[in-house]
């Protein structure tokens, strides 16, 4: 095998094995966003509360501790009220969301990383955001918004 055709074998596996990552990255970022949505309206904060950052940007306001828990649990209640079904839950890069739809709104902005994803939730009457940003190995939700 020449030289240029082990460098480019190399590059292909150097980009596999990179493109496989990025897949399982937004994988993990979905499963994440998806439990949090679900166990949003199902009741069961307990479960949401470790797929939070420390401190979470609930429309614009920031929450944490024993704070964030109980917001959570009035969203909570509100959406078992609305009787909210999860329908779908799209993730993208954060990227990808100012190109589709503009720039995030101002209470949003500082919660928002460049290599976050946001988290499109679709349920049967409303929709919801959650910006979610990498913690070392794991996604986090950072922002929540309607």
């Known amino acids: 095998m020449s030289g240029r055709s082990l460098l480019l074998l190399a590059v292909s596996l150097l980009l596999g094995s990179t493109a496989a990552a990025e897949r399982d990255s937004d994988f993990m970022a979905e499963l994440v966003a998806r439990t949090f949505f679900r166990a949003l309206v199902e009741g069961d904060p307990t479960t949401v509360a470790p797929l939070c950052a420390r401190r979470v940007n609930l429309d614009g306001t920031w929450a944490e ?14 959406s078992r009220e609305l009787g909210l079904q999860l329908r ?59």
């Open 65 to 78: 501790g024993e704070t964030l828990l109980g917001r959570l649990r009035a969203i909570s209640r509100r």
């Open 88 to 146: 779908r839950v799209v993730v993208i890069p954060y990227t990808e969301a100012v190109r589709r739809y503009g720039e995030p709104p101002l209470r949003l902005r500082q919660a928002i990383a460049r290599g976050g994803r946001v988290a499109l939730a679709r349920f049967n009457t409303l929709g919801a955001v959650a910006v979610l940003r990498r913690a070392g190995a794991f996604w986090k939700v950072i922002a929540v918004t309607d």
